[in-house]
């Protein structure tokens, strides 16, 4: 039997029909795979000589869910619930089949995927392959029926577990929890499959007592459900704020799993629909794209670069150690220098310490970590030790006559193909170029600390950068599994410079009377991780002051320094680092510095001045109206010209809630008309630093947005 599809393979071996699935480029369903799907096979169990079925991919997917380009297209619930019918529909005719299906999950088994595996009466899986529902992190929930049959095949609390958290799992452990039947060698899967199969067809196996729908061994009784339920809820509140897929996971099994499977189906869609049209949804699928299309730029579209071998890593501080463990996870061999054996024997700490999650979760032995840095780590205090590196990264101390310095003497050293790397937050990336004989060598490598858990690499463009070295940039970032988002050179790049915005539009409400700790508090209730005076502790008062003045210096009098920044530096309390910033940390918690209070108080005096209240909606909108028209400013100075990617940028470096989009994103749903008029009453109240951008006055007055405007 072979049968005319686009989609599906079918074929007949033993009695067994084979489907293979083939929906090119990563085995997603359509509507056309879904029809072709459901007709292979009601063709296969109409053939009296076929036994049983075996749903199989191709190359590393079995099936990888859905293409969510199309969810930015719903609009409305109706449209969404008449699909994923046809789709229920088509799962239940297979877990009703005459004949047994069995599931041969060759490789990852992704949201629609593992819904379509769990309607299947057996499967079996490839060892080392994903699955997993992570619809959550698309903003919606699963909406194939997999609210409802992962609970009876895993249990409750693991399946709110996988779900509330997109958890995509090795089939090893999905064996272990039961998800999975059985596992096999890859090559050997197809031949186990077939081996299954003629199980059911001699009885020792029976499918009609494997319907996952049906299934009530593994749910909890409704006193334990009512405790799980409860206890899911409570730990969402703390950890899902902004997000609504969570929430409608748990009240489609609060509501769900009962004896009129129809009826929690029927809610399963419902619950999906609510999702897929809300503006979360949309936002992060927005977000997942931009990741997917990151670093993928018109200049070096076709370019390949020279494949990295050995990286070499100059300084073996917290960043240099943190980007050494990145090489070394990669398999790099990895080169580091730093100015002495005391320095380098601090540095091995570090790298070793920085591996610890993986030997406590037993992803990595102590053993593997030893051999792995003898093999793969060379540590030396000679400069000529990375004559042989295709690639040296710079993180020493952040003054520029100390990296230049470096430079010259590199320059000498390494092969004319090395490509130069610096890691730093905001100094000129084409005054380092300078010293170089080919400066088009040259590119920035912004990694944010930790560098081995943030997922952010801002790679800077100076001016002679070439495309053969931005091309480079690129591939490492993909090598080390970081997002790239590339900008052009100039002060503070693109997140330093927005990082900076926040705590100086800040500072303009702290001198206008508005109580600091409310700041903190309005910022961290819209999504950020910290409040701006917090992230200036952090960062330290002292970098952050000098900052603002290479700004004011290098961008014009819209960036002076404000006179109570200058009186609060000046007290030389200068964050964490010293114990004393905004807040004083001497105690079992953070309390406002008394120190700056009373500076902040002879400020207002001598403004005539009184401290006044302010409502949370004020204060995000001077802070966002600003960090808005900041990246405006950029766009018309060249630093970077794709929202998407400033977007990204935001919420992989920053901690800018995903869930809102990005700056841009949210600036587009505020309306530019409304954030143009936000800034001229802040112009008027607090001065230029307000002053609206030409690019949003533009778009204010032809009601257009950031991504439609610039066609991204």
Same mark, same amino acid.
């Given at each position: 039997m072979n049968s005319e599809y686009q989609t599906i393979k079918l074929r007949i071996r033993d009695g067994v029909a084979i489907l293979t699935m083939n929906n090119p480029p990563v085995n997603q369903m359509s509507e056309l795979f879904t029809q072709e799907l459901r007709a292979a096979i009601i063709q296969a169990q109409e053939d009296p000589g076929v036994k049983a079925l075996v749903l199989i991919g191709t190359g590393r997917n079995f099936l990888a869910g859905a293409d969510v380009t199309q969810l930015l297209q719903v609009t409305d619930k109706a449209t969404m619930a008449a699909h994923l019918t046809v789709v229920h529909q088509g799962f239940q005719a297979m877990e009703q089949s005459p004949k047994p299906i069995i599931a041969a999950i060759n490789g990852n088994c992704l949201g629609g995927g593992l819904e379509l595996a769990m309607a299947c009466h057996y499967r079996l899986a490839a060892k080392g392959v994903s699955l997993g529902l992570p619809e959550v992190k698309m903003g919606v929930i699963p909406g194939g029926g997999g609210t409802q049959r992962l609970p009876r095949i895993v249990g409750l609390p693991t399946a709110l577990e996988l779900m509330t958290g997109g958890k995509i799992i090795k089939s090893e452990k999905a064996w272990s929890l039961g998800l999975v039947d059985e596992l096999a060698e890859g090559e050997e899967l197809l031949d186990h499959a077939l081996a299954v199969a003629k199980k059911f067809q001699d009885g020792i196996l029976g499918w009609k007592t494997r319907v996952a729908i049906r299934r009530i061994d593994r749910l909890p009784s409704a006193q334990e459900k009512k405790?799980?339920?409860?206890?899911?809820?409570?730990?969402?509140?703390?950890?899902?704020?902004?997000?609504?897929?969570?929430?409608?996971?748990?009240?489609?099994?609060?509501?769900?799993?009962?004896?009129?499977?129809? %009826? =929690? &189906?029927?809610? #399963?869609?419902?619950?999906?629909?609510?999702? $897929?049209?809300?503006?979360?949804? /949309?936002? *992060?699928?927005?977000?997942?794209?931009?990741?997917?299309?990151?670093?993928?730029?018109?200049?070096?579209?076709?370019?390949?670069?020279?494949?990295?071998?050995?990286?070499?890593?100059?300084?073996?501080?917290?960043?240099?150690?943190?980007?050494?463990?990145?090489?070394?996870?990669?398999?790099?061999?990895?080169?580091?220098?730093?100015?002495?054996?005391?320095?380098?024997?601090?540095?091995?700490?570090?790298?070793?310490?920085?591996?610890?999650?993986?030997?406590?979760?037993?992803?990595?032995?102590?053993?593997?970590?030893?051999?792995?840095?003898?093999?793969?780590?060379?540590?030396?205090?000679?400069?000529?030790?990375?004559?042989? %590196? =295709? &690639?040296?990264? #710079?993180?020493?101390?952040?003054?520029?006559? $100390?990296?230049?310095?470096?430079? /010259?003497? *590199?320059?000498?050293?390494?092969?004319?193909?090395?490509?130069?790397?610096?890691?730093?937050?905001?100094?000129?990336?084409?005054?380092?170029?300078?010293?170089?004989?080919?400066?088009?060598?040259?590119?920035?490598?912004?990694?944010?600390?930790?560098?081995?858990?943030?997922?952010?690499?801002?790679?800077?463009?100076?001016?002679?950068?070439?495309?053969?070295?931005?091309?480079?940039?690129?591939?490492?970032?993909?090598?080390?599994?970081?997002?790239?988002?590339?900008?052009?050179?100039?002060?503070?790049?693109?997140?330093?410079?927005?990082?900076?915005?926040?705590?100086?539009?800040?500072?303009?409400?702290?001198?206008?009377?508005?109580?600091?700790?409310?700041?903190?508090?309005?910022?961290?209730?819209?999504?950020?991780?910290?409040?701006?005076?917090?992230?200036?502790?952090?960062?330290?008062?002292?970098?952050?002051?000098?900052?603002?003045?290479?700004?004011?210096?290098?961008?014009?009098?819209?960036?002076?320094?404000?006179?109570?920044?200058?009186?609060?530096?000046?007290?030389?309390?200068?964050?964490?680092?010293?114990?004393?910033?905004?807040?004083?940390?001497?105690?079992?918690?953070?309390?406002?510095?008394?120190?700056?209070?009373?500076?902040?108080?002879?400020?207002?005096?001598?403004?005539?001045?009184?401290?006044?209240?302010?409502q949370e909606g004020e204060i995000v909108d001077c802070l966002l109206a600003c960090a808005i028209n900041e990246a405006a400013l950029m766009m018309e100075q060249d630093i970077c010209d794709r929202p998407a990617d400033m977007d990204l940028a935001m919420v992989q470096g920053t901690g800018f809630p995903a869930y809102r989009g990005g700056i841009l994103r949210y600036a587009d749903k505020w309306g530019l008309a409304s954030v143009h008029q936000e800034l001229l009453r802040l112009q008027e109240k607090y001065g230029s630093r307000f002053e609206p951008a030409g690019l949003v006055r533009k778009l204010a007055q032809h009601h257009g947005t950031f991504y439609q405007q610039l066609g991204r």
């Open positions: 405790h799980i339920i409860a206890a899911s809820r409570q730990k969402l509140a703390k950890q899902a704020i902004g997000y609504i897929a969570p929430f409608k996971i748990v009240e489609a099994v609060d509501q769900g799993l009962s004896a009129d499977p129809q %009826a =929690d &189906l029927a809610r #399963e869609i419902d619950l999906f629909g609510d999702c $897929v049209v809300s503006d979360v949804s /949309k936002n *992060l699928i927005c977000l997942f794209l931009s990741q997917r299309a990151a670093g993928k730029l018109p200049r070096i579209k076709g370019l390949k670069s020279e494949p990295l071998r050995k990286v070499a890593v100059l300084g073996g501080g917290v960043m240099g150690s943190g980007i050494v463990h990145l090489l070394l996870s990669a398999g790099l061999d990895t080169v580091l220098w730093d100015i002495d054996q005391a320095a380098l024997d601090k540095a091995r700490q570090a790298v070793a310490k920085s591996f610890a999650f993986q030997i406590k979760t037993g992803r990595l032995k102590p053993a593997q970590l030893e051999q792995m840095l003898a093999s793969k780590l060379c540590m030396t205090t000679a400069l000529e030790d990375l004559s042989e %590196a =295709d &690639l040296v990264i #710079e993180a020493v101390v952040e003054d520029l006559r $100390v990296k230049q310095e470096l430079w /010259k003497k *590199l320059d000498g050293v390494c092969g004319a193909r090395t490509i130069f790397g610096t890691n730093t937050s905001a100094l000129p990336i084409g005054a380092m170029a300078s010293v170089l004989a080919d400066p088009s060598r040259m590119i920035g490598l912004h990694f944010f600390n930790p560098a081995e858990r943030m997922p952010l690499l801002e790679i800077i463009c100076a001016q002679p950068t070439s495309d053969q070295t931005l091309a480079a940039g690129v591939a490492l970032a993909r090598l080390i599994k970081k997002v790239p988002v590339v900008v052009n050179d100039g002060p503070g790049f693109y997140v330093t410079r927005q990082l900076i915005t926040l705590p100086s539009a800040a500072l303009y409400l702290l001198a206008d009377g508005v109580d600091m700790e409310a700041i903190d508090r309005a910022v961290k209730e819209f999504g950020l991780p910290m409040g701006p005076f917090t992230l200036e502790d952090l960062t330290g008062l002292d970098i952050g002051f000098h900052v603002c003045q290479t700004f004011a210096r290098e961008l014009g009098p819209r960036y002076q320094v404000h006179p109570l920044h200058q009186a609060v530096h000046g007290l030389g309390d200068f964050g964490r680092k010293s114990g004393r910033g905004y807040y004083d940390y001497g105690g079992p918690k953070p309390v406002p510095n008394p120190r700056v209070r009373e500076v902040v108080a002879d400020y207002l005096a001598a403004q005539g001045k009184a401290p006044r209240q302010a």
